[in-house]
């Protein structure tokens, strides 16, 4: 990944120096910078995964960690972005804080020591990290361990309201968010 590349971009985008990027500005970088093809829509759950402290703009850190999820990721697999959504060092692995974090943004329940319990006992890697392959077993069993719970939610910010307040949605699924044809449907 060219970080400085996207450094710049985001240098660019932040000509006002405030230290981070709207919306407008991102689709902005996406569509005619970076030249991805991706709707509002799915740029909307794109930042919610990549904005670490849930202040609803992205800055220089967030937005490098965005690309990188843009350039490496399959956009038809949802599991394939969680990974890279996880993948916080670039590492092509996922530790435990990593996994813990995602975990945290699908709002899973589980606490902090069963992660990390989870993540030692199926550590594929030399460093007690997950491979892509093993990641993609976790999560098939974390859906299906929650796909039988009716009571999991996702929760997804809806764009702010007139008044200016973000609205919350609430839905119950069987499974974890699924991008499909890159819009989002929540099952």
């Known amino acids: 990944m060219d970080l400085y590349k996207y450094e710049q971009i985001f240098k660019h985008l932040d000509q006002d ?5 709207d919306m407008n500005q991102l689709f902005y970088a996406v569509t005619r910078l970076l030249k991805i093809n991706m709707d509002k829509t799915t740029l909307e759950v794109m930042m919610n995964l990549t ?9 220089e850190d967030e937005f490098c960690h965005f690309v990188y999820i843009c350039k490496n990721a ?7 972005i969680l990974f890279y959504a996880a993948d916080d060092d670039y590492s092509g ?4 804080f990593e996994l813990l974090k995602i975990i945290k943004k699908l709002h899973i329940n589980m606490n902090e020591n069963d992660v990390f319990n989870m993540v030692k006992a199926l550590a594929d890697n030399d460093d007690q990290s997950l491979s892509y392959n093993m990641f993609l077993q976790v999560m098939d069993n974390l859906i299906k361990m929650h796909s039988k719970k009716p009571e999991l939610e996702i929760v997804q910010n809806e764009p702010s309201s007139p008044s200016g307040s973000n609205v919350v ?19």
Do not use: A, W, Y
């Not at 399959?74 to 599991?79: G, H, I, L, M, R």
């Open 17 to 21: 120096n405030k230290g981070f990027i």
């Open 51 to 59: 904005d670490d402290n849930n202040d609803g703009v992205m800055q």
């Open 74 to 80: 399959d956009f038809k697999d949802t599991k394939s």
């Open 93 to 96: 692995t996922i530790d435990k």
């Open 169 to 187: 949605k609430k839905s119950k699924v069987n499974h974890i968010v699924r991008l499909k044809n890159q819009s989002v449907s929540f099952i």
